[in-house]
């Protein structure tokens, strides 16, 4: 019995051949497979990763040792960026009112509070953005390091504001 919802069978059509398209080479149906060719790439790539592989992980290890390095300077930098903090925040009040003090030397001291409290206040988030890149160049999490990219430069730009001119 014959469905009636089926649509009728049409005997297939002959294609027609496209002007200017010649048929390819060889047995009908020959042609190269995508898949040939992306393994084809595929292999490439590994191969290239192979030549180069001596250099990347060298450059990993050099990544985490700088990392390491860097948290450690920034540990330090803290550290006595507090202390100083802490100086500057008891003697500015008095230095203030006493009258043989230059204002260069007041400017200063003032830009030297300002510049220990800058890094203070960005200690934790710094640590952070340390830790969290050394633990991806550690595990190889490539997302994680593109992530704090930016956060780096961040903190580039704010050490450097920091650093006098000239």
Known sequence: MRNP???????????????GVKPAPGKPGSYVKFSDKLTQSLDDIGRM??????MIDAIQEVALELTGAIGSLHTLTVKYAGKANQI?????????????IPKNVMSLLVEMEKYTQNIIDTSVKTSRTITDVHGGLQTGDVSRLKVHAGELQNVTRTLTSILPKG
């Open 49 to 54: 990763i192979q030549d180069h592989k001596d």
């Open 5 to 19: 919802k089926s649509p009728k069978s049409t005997p297939p059509r002959a294609v027609k051949p496209v002007a």
């Open 88 to 100: 500057l925040d008891v003697l500015l009040p008095i230095l203030k009112n006493v009258p043989i």
